[in-house]
């Protein structure tokens, strides 16, 4: 038996207008439950184990309740959200102990609890390294910008000027020729993640010729 698998992409527009919906336009009604599980798993996810260990909790000013604590991620391990698929996310409830002066004290002695939280994330590890290089290059000319205006401020003489200039345009486009923007892994990125990526060399080449110019 052979099973064939086609996977495809779009580029959506969202509109988000108030009150009715127009003549000839269906009402919106929410999704049913079913259809997000569906898409969730056609995500490429990557699995994430956090291990939180409990050294001692002090100063707990609750006195008639049980009290525990929650580990969570998202909705991963909070156990009030609707989302949350049921899994032991928080300490053994137990009452916290007077410590003789104002506040309460968890008696966990040498039996330290843990929690152990098993979650799931598509995986965006490139989208948000291509974000912090584009973020860090922003932060990088407006550091050099503002070491030339320190130079105006102070009255610096015309050559200073001319110098500091040069240089700064230097290191501009010595940056801009290193910055490590890799394009988008073929197995793990959208037709809009190839876009975005174009858009960026694209610019990123047109501000390398404006200096160098």
Not at 156 to 182: G, M, S
Request: hydrophobic share 35%; with cysteine; charged share 25%.
């Amino acid at each position: 038996r052979k099973v064939s698998r086609t996977e495809g992409g779009c580029v959506l527009e969202v509109n988000t207008r108030m009150g009715n919906p127009p003549e000839g336009e269906q009402p919106l009604s929410p999704m049913p439950p079913g259809e997000t599980e569906n898409v969730m798993a056609s995500l490429r996810r990557h699995k994430y184990h956090l291990f939180a260990s409990f050294y001692q909790g002090n100063m707990i000013c609750e006195k008639e309740n049980q009290v525990e604590f929650e580990v969570s991620i998202g909705d991963y391990g909070n156990k009030f959200s609707p989302h949350a698929s049921p899994a032991p996310s928080t300490t053994q409830p137990c009452n916290a102990v007077y410590d003789g002066s104002e506040h309460h004290f968890m008696p966990w002695g040498r039996t330290k609890p843990t929690v152990i939280l098993h979650s799931q994330w598509e995986d965006v590890q490139f989208r948000v390294e291509s974000l912090n290089t584009l973020l860090w290059m922003k932060d990088f000319m407006e550091m050099k910008m503002e070491q030339y205006e320190v130079l105006v401020r102070a009255f610096a003489h015309e050559y200073e000027l001319d110098v500091k200039f040069e240089n700064n345009l230097q290191e501009l486009l010595n940056a801009l020729k290193t910055l490590p923007l890799d394009a988008p892994d073929e197995d793990n990125c959208t037709a809009l993640d190839k876009h975005l990526y174009k858009i960026r060399m694209f610019s990123i080449n047109n501000l390398i010729d404006e200096v160098s110019g």
